[in-house]
Nanobody, 119 residues
Framework: QVQLVESGGGLVQPGGSLRLSCAAS????????LGWYRQAPGKQRELVAS???????HYVDAVKGRFTISRDNAKNTVYLQMNSLKTEDTAVYYC?????????????WGQGTQVTVSS
């Protein structure tokens, strides 16, 4: 069983920055997909950013130019750098990872970390 452990959430003022980290118990170099989702109160969980094994990245329009997903394979850690934060970025952020083994897709989720943007 793969474990994903997020950290780095907290309270920040609008315009501020945070960096979320997601430490995996498995080698992320072999991951098919790595990503960050968020869920605000009363809303569905949505994809924020993702990175494929081939190096491609995707961002939801609301965070383009402000958020950056990156990875450190040596540390088995995925990051989400969040700049110019807005109150609407307030949510619980979840790390997500996919490994495909013998043709079978396996999805894993972290426990979530709270990000609150407020003055």
């Amino acid at each position: 069983q793969v474990q994903l452990v997020e950290s780095g959430g907290g309270l920040v003022q609008p315009g501020g920055s945070l960096r979320l980290s997601c430490a995996a118990s498995r080698n992320i170099f072999s991951a098919t997909l790595l990503g960050w989702y968020r869920q605000a109160p009363g809303k569905q969980r949505e994809l924020v950013a993702s990175a494929t094994g081939g190096g491609g990245t995707h961002y939801v329009d609301a965070v383009k130019g402000r958020f950056t997903i990156s990875r450190d394979n040596a540390k088995n850690t995925v990051y989400l750098q969040m700049n110019s934060l807005k109150t609407e970025d307030t949510a619980v952020y979840y790390c997500h990872a996919v490994w495909v083994v013998a043709g079978i897709r396996n999805d894993y989720w972290g426990q979530g970390t709270q990000v609150t943007v407020s003055s």
